[in-house]
């Protein structure tokens, strides 16, 4: 019987519809979208179909929305992209970024590109005074701050410095991966030049994902050949993934306002059994996604803990799936001030729409029971 399953920041599972939406694609509409015979027309009229589910999720025209194959790629078209038609100057992201923006950021210093790192506060919060400092002291061409941190959850205020880096000229970009589906996005209101999307993070197929555009924006391809996706990512399109990257966002768009009031429930109760066990709250007192939780039990290493309670039956994470297995502690938390040997006790669960609060329950109780054990066991090691 497999765990109960709290790792809905990492992936979530495909929904049943959303299946059936792309399993024709997968079979007898198999045509190449490019093609110009019915099997392509047909293809092309799923994507173009799929295009508009997708932008009207975020507010955006469908023309603005480009299709790549996941938030990774879409970060990495946009950081390249963008620097390769500036002239080098000073790319600011914030300091908890994920690795697929600060990878691509760090890569700009060959080009004679400055990388500013955004300080962030105790509770993961963008410090906006610091945003202006880092405006002021260089020329800035382009600013990347993720809507939500795919750990603490933390949302930021991006259109508070989307105002503040217009007025300088900079080129604005959101990774609103995490925050798509948890809370409402709409690329207008939040004054960006660019936003990250991905479908596994909806109920969507792995795979696939989006970079949506300010019209105005022009970019470097990244992956070229074709002239697919307006010549801004060649390639023939993944059909079947982005019909499933179109439904699940349908979806998600209908249950927008009842999803976040069940998981805000469900994480409150949550955190109310936490703090009776002494747990540290990352991000507590920031607005946070309502679906995450990061903590740390002092003294019980947050890989062991995972472990613990996957074998009692719950599925959680110690942090970033894209960092897993590494040595180090989280950088996000780092970045927060947390120490080092409380950040490696860190433990994250992000709850989905099939959790119930009866799985709340028996996730406290299973936690306080390997929490004892484990103390006893680093008593007796000690």
Not at 23 to 46: D, M
């Amino acid at each position: 019987m497999l765990p109960t399953y709290f790792d809905h920041n990492a992936t979530t599972p495909l929904d049943e519809p959303v299946l059936q939406a792309m399993l024709p694609f997968f079979r007898e509409r198999y045509g190449n979208a490019s093609s110009r015979h019915e099997y392509g027309r047909v293809a092309r009229k799923a994507v173009d179909d799929a295009r508009e589910q997708v932008a009207d999720m975020v507010g955006a025209h469908p023309s603005q929305v480009v299709f790549v194959s996941g938030g990774t790629e879409a970060n990495n078209l946009l950081i390249k992209g963008a620097a390769a038609r500036c002239q080098p100057s000073q790319i600011a992201v914030s300091a908890v970024e994920h690795p697929s923006v600060t990878k691509p950021a760090q890569g700009l210093r060959e080009q004679g590109w400055k990388v500013r790192r955004l300080a962030v506060n105790a509770a993961g919060r963008l410090e906006i005074d610091d945003v202006e400092i880092a405006l002021r002291e260089s020329v800035t061409g382009l600013v990347s701050v993720m809507l939500a941190n795919n750990e603490t959850g933390v949302v930021q205020d991006v259109a508070a410095v989307a105002e503040l880096a217009r007025g300088v000229g900079a080129m604005v970009h959101t990774d609103a991966v995490q925050a798509l589906g948890k809370m409402p996005v709409s690329f207008a209101a939040l004054n960006v030049h660019a936003m990250t999307i991905s479908a596994h993070k909806v109920y969507g197929p792995k795979g696939i994902g989006a970079l949506v555009l300010d019209k105005r924006l022009d970019i470097k391809p990244q992956i070229t050949g074709g002239e697919h996706e307006k010549g801004l990512r060649a390639g023939t399109e993944n059909v079947p993934a982005i019909v499933g990257f179109g439904a699940a966002c349908a979806l998600a768009a209908n249950r927008l306002t009842e999803l976040p009031l069940k998981l805000q429930q469900m994480r409150e109760r949550m955190e109310q059994g936490l703090r009776t066990m002494g747990v540290v709250l990352f991000g507590d007192g920031a607005e946070r996604l309502a679906n995450t939780s990061y903590f740390a039990i002092p003294g019980i290493d947050g890989e062991t803990l995972v472990m613990a309670l996957d074998r009692a039956g719950f599925a959680v994470a110690s942090g970033s799936a894209c960092s897993s297995g590494g040595t180090d502690p989280s950088p996000v938390l780092l970045a927060m001030g947390v120490e080092r040997e409380l950040a490696r006790c860190a433990v994250r669960v992000s709850l989905g729409r099939d959790n119930e609060m009866s799985q709340i329950e028996r996730f406290l109780q299973a936690l306080q029971g390997e929490i004892l054990g484990l103390k006893r066991l680093v008593a007796v090691e000690v």
